[in-house]
């Protein structure tokens, strides 16, 4: 019952560097989502797709890049890591069955950029 | 983006008592929902509201869809120590092409139980 999985949980990384945040769901949803939460900024959407092979910007999308090759993967891209993207990263998705349905979350990948 | 206002931001209480936060809005929503997290964990789904004035219970947990539509209030029973965490308020706002597929979040209120 693996619902929403994260990979890696913990990274560090050099400015400058690149690397790739992975989330796969188990859930058949079509929506998926990634999300930065840092203290008192509460969660903000950095992209989102609404189905394989599309994807739109959300709130914060600079810096960052998506893919969305397969239904059930949704890969977060940074090609050149800064210190302000030190964060709590999160992924989510969501049923496209009906309306405003919940979105079901990641627990996390835990980023420090130094 | 719009942004919800949560108040509380934290909150320290006793075990045993009653908790109550909200959340409002200048515009109005067409469903609420309110999540916790857990410390190092992803936010979890305790109640979803889908029709103003919906008053919905999860065991000690009672959330109500503010008629209005512009406001959502959640509240905890008889708390307990792991009720300790961040409860977050959330919503869709209605259908406006991409933009209805966002959810909109509160900033958080951060909940401890003395025991």
């Known amino acids: 019952n693996a619902g929403v999985t994260q990979t890696p949980k913990f990274r560090v990384l050099k400015t400058g560097q690149s690397m790739t945040l992975l989330c796969a769901q188990d859930?058949?949803?079509?929506?998926m989502y990634w999300y930065r939460q840092d203290p008192g900024m509460g969660l903000r959407l950095i992209h989102y797709s609404v189905g394989e092979g599309t994807t739109a910007k959300g709130e914060v999308p600079d810096g960052y890049n998506v893919s969305r090759l397969k239904k059930q993967n949704f890969l977060l891209g940074l090609e050149s890591a800064a210190p302000s993207q030190t964060s709590v990263y999160f992924c989510?998705?969501?049923?496209?069955?009906?309306?405003?349905?919940?979105?079901?979350f990641g627990d996390g990948t835990r980023l420090s950029i130094l | 983006g719009q942004q919800l206002n949560q108040s509380p931001q934290s909150m320290f209480i006793q075990e045993g008592e009653d908790v109550s936060m909200n959340c409002t809005s200048s515009?109005?929503?067409?469903?609420w929902l309110w999540y916790k997290q857990d410390p190092g964990e992803g936010p979890v789904l305790l109640i979803a509201?889908?029709?103003?004035?919906e008053l919905t219970s999860n065991g000690r947990l009672t959330a109500q869809f503010g008629i209005t539509r512009k406001d959502s209030f959640l509240n905890i029973s008889a708390s307990i120590p792991s009720d300790v965490g961040i409860y977050f308020c959330a919503g869709y706002e209605p259908y406006s092409g991409a933009g209805s597929y966002q959810l909109t979040f509160g900033k958080g209120t951060k909940l401890s139980v003395i025991p």
């Open positions: 859930m058949n949803h079509e929506y």
């Open positions: 515009s109005i929503f067409n469903t």
């Open positions: 989510a998705s969501s049923s496209r069955d009906s309306s405003n349905q919940p979105q079901h």
């Open positions: 509201l889908y029709k103003a004035g």
